[in-house]
């Protein structure tokens, strides 16, 4: 079965810097697509960006954008000018030729003022 | 509606109870999707429908567990004799065709579960 795996149970920035969220995942498979998805204290996940395994270029979402190593299979999520509303618990997600999403166990961002 | 509903937000029981809970896809969306997020944790996939095939069960935990969906409507996700390490928030996720990876899960504000 994959594996997504984020090591960073807890990280912090300084409102208006640049944090970067990781994540690595272990699959055999040639054929993905990654996501990050963001869960806010309100429960509502919301999805964030997407990636796709097939192309090289990175995603980017406004100040949201990624830096996927395919070889190395890590995908990080880069936020850029944080603000007070990035707060949130952030879960890296992969999904393969199957229909089931792993998850990782998520990374909390604090956003100081 | 325009996103995932479930109900309700919050359930508080006793052990030994059974309980259901409910979710209301995004209209038109053929696949769903039961999670189990402990406190603290990552999702844990629990089952997921697509249209009117055989669910994917794999990830109900114990037999205690069931779910149904009719057609791409509702589905609902019973605990029988609930036990205390069934307490968690319980997310739904629906999206619009299975056979398409890239698309994405829209989530429900799930149901938190305490079991007494």
């Known amino acids: 079965a994959q594996t997504v795996t984020q090591s960073q149970p807890e990280m912090s920035v300084q409102e208006a810097e640049t944090v970067t969220l990781s994540c690595t995942y272990d699959?055999?498979?040639?054929?993905?697509?990654l996501f990050w998805y963001k869960q806010p204290p309100s429960r509502q996940m919301i999805l964030v960006i997407r990636?796709?395994?097939?192309?090289?270029q990175n995603a980017t979402e406004n100040r949201f954008s990624v830096n996927f190593q395919k070889a190395a299979k890590s995908f990080s999520l880069k936020i850029s000018d944080s603000q007070l509303g990035d707060a949130a618990m952030y879960f890296c997600?992969?999904?393969?030729?199957?229909?089931?999403?792993?998850f990782g166990t998520g990374t909390s961002l604090t956003v100081i003022p | 509606g325009a996103g995932v509903s479930q109900s309700p937000s919050n359930k508080v029981t006793e052990k030994g109870k059974d309980v259901e809970l409910r979710c209301d896809p995004i209209?038109?969306?053929?696949?769903l999707y039961w999670y189990r997020q402990r406190l603290g944790q990552g999702l844990e996939f629990l089952i997921y429908?697509?249209?009117?095939?055989?669910?994917?069960k794999s990830g109900l935990p114990s037999d205690r567990f069931s779910a149904e969906r009719t057609g791409e409507s509702v589905s609902t996700l019973t605990i029988q004799r609930t036990q205390q390490e069934d307490s968690a928030v319980y997310l739904c996720?629906?999206?619009?065709?299975?056979?398409?990876?890239?698309?994405?899960?829209?989530f429900g504000p799930g149901t938190r579960l305490t079991v007494l």
């Open positions: 209209s038109g969306h053929t696949a």
């Open positions: 997600a992969y999904r393969g030729t199957g229909n089931q999403f792993y």
């Open positions: 996720a629906s999206s619009l065709e299975v056979g398409l990876k890239y698309n994405e899960q829209f």
């Open positions: 699959t055999s498979e040639s054929d993905y697509y």
């Open positions: 990636q796709e395994a097939y192309k090289q």
């Open positions: 429908f697509q249209g009117n095939s055989a669910p994917d």
